[in-house]
């Protein structure tokens, strides 16, 4: 029997993220009640760093524009084909 578990849409990018991409690094660690990420895309040279109370509040922050475009780009896909 399969156990469905809820995710938050930034966990949904992440996972995305990660698959559809051969050249992405994504490091998480989390330090007592603070997450902290760092996101390289080797294809276009961005890389963000976040942190935050949240895994989503950490998320929101690594995003800088370059990989803004790059996670709009897989929303897109994800409402698109799946």
Not at 30 to 57: A, I, K
């Amino acid at each position: 029997m399969r156990k469905f578990m809820w995710v938050t849409d930034a966990e949904r990018d992440m996972i995305k993220i990660l698959r559809a991409s051969d050249h992405v690094t994504l490091n998480i660690s989390r330090d007592g009640g603070q997450w902290n990420m760092r996101l390289e895309y080797h294809d276009s040279g961005s890389s963000g760093f976040g942190s935050g109370p949240t895994f989503d509040r950490a998320w929101d922050a690594i995003l800088d524009p370059r990989l803004r475009d790059f996670v709009r780009d897989i929303r897109n896909r994800r409402r698109g084909s799946g």
